[in-house]
């Protein structure tokens, strides 16, 4: 599985930016898929994420209200629509898709190259 995303960039306070993703492969066992971010000096963290059966989503508490995450009908995409953007949510994005689900853990865990994300104030 490879998954790949589109669409960072460098926008204004308040401003909106919508991240793309696109995965390939062998699809069928993945059964989530979503965003993580990366600041300088901190750690990888969850964004939001998307069940690929039956779309339930998931959102870090600073981000909810102002990022909207979607998935395609193939389930071979998924979507970041941010809006209201901070300063605060500048970072490396990235995409990720798990599965299939052993137990209490995924077996396969892959994630695209990044993109940046960088909100000027």
């Known amino acids: 599985v490879q998954v790949m995303e589109f669409g960072g960039g460098l926008v204004q306070t308040g401003n909106s930016l919508t991240l793309s993703c696109v995965a390939s492969g062998d699809l069928k066992s993945i059964t989530v898929m979503g965003w993580y971010r990366q600041a300088p000096g901190k750690q990888r963290e969850m964004v939001a994420t998307i069940t690929t059966n039956r779309g339930i989503t998931n959102y870090a508490d600073s981000v909810k209200g102002r990022f909207t995450i979607s998935r395609s009908d193939d389930g071979n995409a998924v979507y970041l629509q941010m809006n209201n953007l901070k300063p605060e949510d500048t970072a490396v994005y990235f995409c990720?898709?798990?599965?299939?689900?052993?137990?209490?853990?995924?077996?396969?865990?892959?994630w695209g190259q990044g993109t940046q994300v960088t909100v000027s104030s």
């Open positions: 990720n898709a798990k599965g299939p689900l052993d137990g209490l853990r995924f077996v396969g865990d892959y």
